[in-house]
């Protein structure tokens, strides 16, 4: 397995159903963690457990989407530890239906803030100390930043954004050393996925059991991602092992994406 050893690696979202689960990774390989997160108790919790598997860690609960915590967030890692090494997004909402006629500016602003504007301003102040030596930068995207579903769009339009971004880090941060990469899960085992499975079931007026069902029948592997399964693909992308990867999306869906629908 990778070892992270010395690395210091900011992952936010931590309390989250994958950013846990990167979380729990990534201390298991020796790394040094900053964890954000909105949600306080979560975060807390997270950093306990972190902390019995003996793993350094400094935390704090930010909003990601707020330019000031995250400077402060960024530069006290960077005075704590001496360094920033990786950076690893995976802070996202996903409950804003609506198509264009329905969906509020409010919504619109909120969604695009918390999904792909707090990815930039945590690399924004983050590549400044990654810099230093080089490092990874990942963001979790989906693949509804490569395809979209009825009535969630502006989800789709952060995940592309998202994706964007990753391409222009890779191109503007390669002199510095620093690679940048996307992962785009299909449907993840997490409680995101579970409020999402309710919303479907209301909109197609279908039942919980019936709405997972369907849902998962979609995926040529009959099954979700589990949270691990990122965490294994997000602690190689960036490793050592992966030093000429960078400015590229990571689809991980059962097959989801290669599918065309029935004739
Ligand atoms: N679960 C899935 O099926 C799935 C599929 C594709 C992509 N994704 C993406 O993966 C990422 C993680 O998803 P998840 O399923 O772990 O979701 P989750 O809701 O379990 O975790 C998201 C975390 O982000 C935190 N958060 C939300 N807003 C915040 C803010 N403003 N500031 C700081 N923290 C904030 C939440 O408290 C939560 O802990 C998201 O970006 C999501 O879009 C998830």
Redesign the pocket.
Known sequence: MENYKNKVVII????????KAITEKFAAADATLAL????QD?LSHTVEKCRQAGATVYNDA????DEAPVRSFCETVAQTFGTIDCLIN?????DCPGDVEELSLSMWDETLS??LT?AFLMAKYSVPHIKQQGGAILN?????GLANQENAMIYSVT?AGLLSLTRSEAIDLAKYGIRANAI?????E????EA?VDQAAQLFSRTRDEQWQVWRSQYPTQR?TS?QEIAELALFLCSGRATNITGTNFVIDGGLTALLPER
Not at 36 to 39: A, F, K, L, P, Q
Not at 140 to 144: D, E, G, L, N, W
Not at 190 to 193: C, D, E, I, N, S
């Open positions: 936010t979202g931590a309390c989250g159903g994958i950013g954000c997160d909105i949600r979560e930010i909003d990601v989407a995976t802070v996202g909402i996903v918390i999904n707090s979790i995207a989906s693949v509804s995940k785009s899960p299909g449907s993840v997490t409680p995101l996925l999402a979700f949270p």
